[in-house]
C-alpha cells in the first residue's frame, strides 16, 4: 500500500469513528422514544401489507380459476348420475333432523370403477398418451431446424421470423384446422398437387386418418415448440462451436456435444407445451381423425355433451390431470435435486 492510500484509509477510519460517536447517542434516543418505536412498527407492517399486496392477485387468480373449479370436478366425481339440471346427485348435503342439522357425505367410487373395468378408457388414455408422444417428438423435429435457423439469422431479421412464427395464432384455431379438411380431402389440394406432378394416379386418403391428426396437430402446436427453443439458441455462444472446430471436432459431433445440452431447456418445455394439451385435444381428432382415432378429450367430450353422464366424465378428467401432473411434478423434484447436488 503507497503512502497516499494509506492516508486516504486512515482519513475514512477517522470519519467513520466520528459518524459512529453521532450516530449511537440518536439511535438510543430514537428507541427510547415510544412514538419511534410505533412508526417503525407501522412502517414494517405497511411493508408486510404492500407485499401481500403484491402477491394477493395471482393467488387469487389460481383460487378462482384453478383450485375452485378442480374441487368442483373432484365432487362431481364422486357423484351419480341423475335425470335433473345438473344431471347429478349431490354429494354433500344439509339434513335436519329433530332441530339438529347434520352434514350428509356420500361418495360414489362406482365412476373410477368403471374407469378400471371398462377398457375403452384405457385404451383412450393409452392412444391419447403415445399420439401425443409422437406429435411432441415430430414437433421438434420440424422445430429445432427452424429455431436453429432464426437463432442463426442476422439480427434485424429476427423480429421479423418471429412474427410469422407467431402469425397463425391471429386466426382462429378452429378455422385452421377446417383449412386443412380442404388441403387432404380426396379432391383436396395436396392429392390435385399430387395428381398434376404424376406422382399419384388416385387420390391418397389421407383425411380421416391418424397421419391427418399427427399432420394437424404439429401444424398446430409448431409455434409451441418453436419460441422456447428459439429462446434457448439465441442465447448460446457461438464461439463455443468456433473454438469445438478448432480443437477438431466435426460440426454433427459439435452440435451433440454442444447445442443440445444448450439448448436443453427449450427443448423441455417445448416438448412439455406441446404434450400436455395434446393429450386432451379435441378438436383435431374429430375433425381429421376418423372413427378409429380413439382419444381421450373425445372420449370426455361425448361423456358429458352426448351421453350426459357429468360424474363418469369428471373422473375421466381427473384420472387425465393425475396422469399429466405426477410426472410433471416428479420431473421438477428431480431437476431440484440435481441442482442441489450440482452446488
Known amino acids: 500500500m503507497t503512502f497516499g492510500a494509506a492516508t486516504r484509509e486512515a482519513t475514512r477510519a477517522r470519519w467513520a469513528a466520528r459518524a459512529s460517536l453521532i450516530l449511537k447517542p440518536l439511535q438510543s434516543a430514537l428507541d427510547a422514544f415510544p412514538p419511534s418505536r410505533w412508526l417503525m412498527r407501522r412502517l414494517d407492517r405497511r411493508a408486510l401489507k404492500g407485499r401481500l399486496l403484491a402477491i394477493a392477485p395471482p393467488y387469487a387468480w389460481l383460487l378462482i ?18 335425470v335433473a339440471m345438473p344431471p347429478y346427485t349431490e354429494v354433500f348435503a344439509l339434513i335436519e333432523d329433530a332441530g339438529s342439522f347434520f352434514l350428509s357425505i356420500k361418495l360414489n367410487f362406482s365412476n373410477y370403477l368403471l ?10 388414455y393409452l392412444n391419447s398418451l403415445k399420439i401425443a408422444a409422437i406429435s411432441t417428438a415430430l414437433a421438434l423435429m420440424v422445430g429445432f431446424p427452424i ?15 418471429v412474427m410469422m412464427m407467431i402469425l397463425p395464432f391471429w386466426t382462429s384455431f378452429l378455422i385452421r384446422v377446417y383449412a386443412w379438411i380442404g388441403i387432404l380431402k380426396n379432391e383436396g389440394l395436396l392429392n390435385g398437387f399430387l395428381q398434376w406432378l404424376g406422382v399419384i394416379g388416385e387420390p391418397l386418403t389421407i383425411l380421416n386418418t391418424d397421419f391427418a391428426v399427427y399432420i394437424g396437430i404439429v401444424y398446430s402446436y409448431l409455434p409451441f415448440m418453436v419460441l422456447p427453443l428459439y429462446a434457448a439458441l439465441e442465447r448460446m455462444d457461438e464461439s463455443l462451436l468456433e473454438a469445438a472446430s ?58 358429458f355433451f352426448s351421453n ?4 363418469v366424465a369428471s373422473a375421466v378428467a381427473m384420472i387425465l390431470l393425475l396422469i399429466l401432473v405426477i410426472p410433471i411434478v416428479l420431473f421438477q423434484r428431480h431437476q431440484a435435486a440435481r441442482q442441489e447436488a450440482a452446488r
Do not use: N, Q
Open 65 to 82: 380459476f384453478f383450485l375452485a373449479p378442480f374441487a368442483i370436478v373432484l365432487k362431481i366425481s364422486f357423484a351419480e348420475p341423475d
Open 115 to 124: 374407469l378400471i373395468e371398462d377398457d375403452l378408457y384405457l385404451r383412450a
Open 147 to 161: 429455431a436453429y435457423a432464426m437463432a442463426r439469422a442476422p439480427r434485424r431479421w429476427r423480429g421479423a421470423l
Open 246 to 303: 478448432d480443437l477438431g471436432c466435426r460440426p454433427v459431433k459439435a452440435f451433440w456435444v454442444i447445442t443440445v445440452p444448450l439448448a436443453a431447456p427449450g427443448i423441455i418445455a417445448g416438448s412439455f407445451l406441446v404434450f400436455i394439451p395434446v393429450v386432451g385435444e379435441v378438436v383435431i381428432p374429430d375433425l381429421l381423425g376418423g372413427s378409429d382415432t380413439l382419444m381421450i378429450g373425445r372420449l370426455l367430450w361425448a361423456e
Open 308 to 311: 350426459h353422464d357429468w360424474p
